[in-house]
């Protein structure tokens, strides 16, 4: 089986997918630690160790690797642990034989995170034509990509958790809130938390709706809205501006190039 990791600035999610099963690229268990670049290969190696374990698994059926990290210091402590753990050397995403293999057509095409790219593979490979991929994490991310598959840009914006620690941190007399739907059903606000939970939630979502709208403008041809990330399906109730959530979107985007590095001859191990 494939171990997928995904170095995210707030989290690494590790995820066991069997690709090689009649199931499909079908994720067998997953787990995530905070981001920490200090973290060694060995202690990355004794907690997944333990959690392979309570799912099941011994060490043994991870087969190959894959990584893809937004966080370049935490890249050889993760190559080591593959190497020293799992027998072998991984593939890195956007390094040969897991170059990204798709158009890139922005001005900085080495800017780009490995994390959205791979997204869009994942993307592309999953659903056609022209698309619009928005993923909640660290940050807020929108990606588009046209029929093709190519890669044309996108737009960068603050994650809801970045939003509401920096208006906590300075504002000192706002407490700390749980992200959430508001429970009023109006949008003004009786008490301090009400307003708070209403501005981060809606203003979020108003900020989603816009972009969107102005994106898909932008694009003119009729486009499908993915949304990923942990916090998709907490705005999904509210609003209908996404034709699909993918909550595994990075893993299975990891899982297809690694299925490319081994059609084309190189070793998964």
């Known amino acids: 089986m494939l171990l997928a990791i995904d170095a995210g600035n707030t989290n690494v999610v590790f995820a066991l997918v069997d690709i090689g099963g009649g199931e499909g690229r079908a994720i067998k268990a997953r787990w995530r630690i905070a981001t920490d670049p200090r973290r060694t290969a060995d202690e990355y190696a004794v907690w997944l160790s333990q959690l392979l374990s309570l799912a099941g698994y011994d060490r043994s059926v991870v087969t190959s690797v894959i990584i893809a990290t937004v966080v370049p210091r935490a890249l050889h402590n993760l190559r080591v642990l593959a190497a020293k753990y799992f027998g072998g050397e991984p593939l890195v995403a956007g390094v040969a034989p897991a170059a ?3 158009a890139i057509d922005v001005d900085e095409p080495a800017s780009l995170g490995a994390d959205r790219a791979v997204n869009t593979i994942a993307a592309h490979a999953l659903h056609p034509g022209d698309l619009i991929v928005v993923d909640f994490g660290t940050a807020t991310t929108f990606d588009v990509s046209d029929f093709s598959g190519a890669y044309k840009g996108g737009i960068i914006a603050p994650g809801i958790n970045l939003s509401l620690d920096a208006l906590v ?8 809130i749980a992200i959430e739907a508001p429970a ?6 009786t008490n301090t938390v009400d307003q708070m939970t209403i501005g981060i939630y809606w203003g979020y979502i108003a900020m989603i709706e816009g972009l969107l709208d102005r994106l898909k403008a932008e694009v003119g041809r009729p486009v499908t809205v993915i949304a990923t990330g942990g916090l998709a399906t907490l705005f999904e109730r509210h609003t209908g501006v996404f034709d699909v959530i993918e909550p595994d979107l990075t893993i299975q985007g ?7 590095a081994h059609m084309t001859g190189n070793s998964l191990s």
């Open 169 to 176: 941190t300075a504002a000192a007399k706002l407490p700390r």
């Open 254 to 260: 990891l899982a297809i190039m690694a299925e490319r």
């Open 100 to 102: 990204f293999g798709m």
């Open 184 to 189: 009023t059903k109006g949008v003004i606000g």
